[in-house]
């Protein structure tokens, strides 16, 4: 069974900085994407930034594009999502989704790590 962890969540001043994790465990994920997704308060979860495991192929929402950056490591099994100049719609709850790189959608997700930006 896939499992998917996420830390690194916290409070942090506008302009600030915050590393997510997420420790993938259950299976190899070479055919595997990971994504991170967020959810405020009265708002629908909204796509954040995904990568695939095995190439590194990288999209992001136009909203955190040059601010935010996701990558992986391989021998860790574990996702990052390093958030840069942080602002307060930022935050929100985060959370990391993983699935084949075929499915429509992902499969797996976290419980995911509260992210809040103060002004």
């Known amino acids: 069974q896939v499992q998917l962890v996420e830390s690194g969540g916290g409070l942090v001043p506008a302009g600030g900085s915050l590393r997510l994790s997420c420790a993938a465990s259950?299976?190899?994920?070479?055919?595997?994407?990971m994504g991170w997704f967020r959810q405020a308060p009265g708002k629908e979860r909204e796509f954040v930034a995904t990568?695939?495991?095995?190439?590194?192929?990288?999209w992001y929402a136009d909203s955190v594009k040059g601010r935010f950056t996701i990558s992986r490591d391989n021998a860790e099994n574990t996702v990052y999502l390093q958030m840069n100049s942080l602002k307060p719609e930022d935050t929100a709850v985060y959370y990391c989704?993983?699935?084949?790189?075929?499915?429509?959608?992902?499969?797996?997700w976290g419980q995911g790590t509260q992210v809040t930006v103060s002004s």
């Open positions: 259950g299976r190899t994920f070479s055919s595997y994407k």
């Open positions: 990568i695939t495991w095995s190439f590194g192929t990288t």
């Open positions: 989704a993983a699935s084949r790189v075929v499915d429509p959608g992902y499969r797996y």
